[in-house]
């Protein structure tokens, strides 16, 4: 069974940053790309980055965060990283980790090439 659990989440001031967490369990955690989405109020989940099964260390950004997020993998602790800088009230949302269905990805921004979502955890931007 995998298990997605994000942390980090919390209320920021525009400008600031954020460093959020994803701890995986439950199989190979390097050999799957992996991705962050989140979902606003009254809107649908859409893509902000993901990352390469390791090895190819292949990264890719919504256009909306490129040059502020920075998405990071450590494979000994199995965990996924979102840095967030100079947040703005856009990026406001429910921020979801996610793992590929098939292995030795690199990394998609589509919903569907996800089989296993995280709970989820609040980012709320102030201006």
């Known amino acids: 069974q995998v298990q997605l659990v994000e942390s980090g989440g919390g209320l920021v001031q525009a400008g600031g940053s954020l460093r959020l967490s994803c701890a995986a369990s439950g199989r190979a955690f390097s050999d799957y790309a992996m991705g962050w989405f989140r979902q606003a109020p009254g809107k649908e989940r859409t893509f902000v980055a993901a990352?390469?099964?390791?090895?190819?260390?292949?990264?890719t950004y919504a256009d909306s965060v490129e040059g502020r997020f920075t998405i990071s993998r450590d494979d000994v602790e199995k965990t996924l990283y979102l840095q967030m800088n100079s947040l703005q009230a856009e990026d406001t949302a429910v921020y979801y980790c996610?793992?590929?269905?098939?292995?030795w990805g690199l990394g998609s921004s589509q919903k569907n090439a996800y089989a296993y979502w995280g709970q989820g955890t609040q980012v709320t931007v102030s201006s």
């Open positions: 990352i390469s099964f390791s090895g190819p260390s292949h990264t």
């Open positions: 996610a793992t590929e269905k098939s292995p």
